[in-house]
């Protein structure tokens, strides 16, 4: 896809292309979850939310693209699924090795004694709840309000539900709309919707073509401090059955952080964020702000005991699971695959 000399490239522009790169990197891959790849390299199939990828997606995207995997030994096949929800119930299903999941879900999971555990996550979550309605400026003011979530039930509605305690709301108090995956800025841009869930690199981009109609109602970093974003997920029994291949997975995963925190390759790692769909001026500034806010852990597992049990509490607070059955932080949580994975890295 081309754009005209000089004529900026719109997010729709760059989601097209963002989609087909992202269809183009699929196909390229091959493999399956079977077991083998070429050779005696093993292959992991890996589900990523949001077609094109939403911003938990880049990290396994750079590890392809960089050649971590392939460095590491292992085959990361990457399947793009239109929510979290979806990647997750496939892993499930057994239709997949791994997933980006939503924790709240992989959470009601365990809490059904599906066997999934977390092997490596994210502790600082980027949502806000944005608003183009002058009139909506605060948590209150959401009371009836219809807002963009990517899934009933999904990561976004789960964020929502958790941010809307800060002010005595409950989702049953507002009106969901769809959007899945990168439709929520789009729709917002295009003024079909005037309050959604969005990603911080999202927000910018809605910022930076609507200027100051864009205002930040809530953040859950404030409202819910030292809780989780994502969990790379797997069932218990695949991940005795392959686990050389996933500690291979999180060690070259390792390797893209410490790559992508380097500044010097800032320029390389916002043209390889566009598959987000975002221009690369935009994913430029959003790269910057996510590594300053610490969205990526760096020093450790990115699963601490305090974020999670913050969130299984949350999870019961919000209705979503009950004290009886919430699965404890060491039944959803193996810290020995990133423990094995440093020692490769530092190797």
Request: hydrophobic share 45%; proline share 6%.
């Amino acid at each position: 896809m081309t754009t005209q000399p000089g004529r900026p490239r719109t997010r729709a522009t760059v989601l097209l292309a963002a989609a087909a790169t992202a269809a183009l990197t699929l196909s390229a891959c091959g493999g399956s979850s079977a077991g083998q790849g070429s050779g005696s390299v093993t292959t992991i199939t890996l589900g990523s939310p949001g077609i094109p990828p939403v911003i938990s997606g880049l990290l396994p995207y750079i590890a392809q693209k960089q050649g971590f995997y392939r460095k590491y030994g292992v085959n990361v096949v990457i399947r793009n699924f239109q929510t979290g929800t979806d990647a997750t119930r496939a892993v499930a299903t057994g239709q997949l090795d791994a997933a980006i999941m939503p924790p709240a879900l992989l959470m009601e999971l365990a809490a059904k004694h599906v066997p999934v555990m977390g092997i490596q996550g994210q502790e600082v979550p980027d949502w806000a709840v944005v608003s183009t309605d002058p009139a909506v400026t605060s948590c209150s003011q959401l009371k009836g309000q219809g807002v963009s979530v990517d899934a009933v039930g999904g990561i976004r509605y789960v964020a929502l539900a958790s941010m809307l305690k800060s002010c005595g709301l409950t989702v049953a108090q507002i009106k969901p709309l769809v959007f899945p995956g990168n439709n929520a800025p789009q729709g917002m841009i295009a003024g079909q919707i005037k309050v959604g869930v969005l990603h911080l690199n999202e927000l910018i981009d809605v910022q930076q073509r609507l200027g100051s109609k864009v205002h930040v109602v809530m953040r859950m970093s404030q409202t819910s401090p030292q809780t989780m974003y994502e969990m790379y997920g797997v069932l218990k029994p695949n991940l005795e059955k392959k686990r050389p291949a996933f500690v291979k997975m999180i060690a070259a995963q390792i390797a893209a952080l410490k790559w992508l925190a380097n500044p010097a390759n800032l320029d390389k790692a916002a043209q390889l964020g566009t598959v987000v769909g975002d221009p690369e001026a935009v994913m430029k500034q959003a790269l910057q702000q996510y590594l300053r806010m610490g969205f990526w852990t760096l020093n450790g597992s990115g699963m601490p005991a305090t974020n999670v049990n913050n969130m299984i509490h949350v999870q019961i607070a919000v209705g979503n699971l009950t004290s009886s059955s919430a699965p404890a932080y060491a039944q959803i949580v193996d810290q020995s695959v990133y423990a094995d994975a440093l020692k490769q890295v530092a190797g």
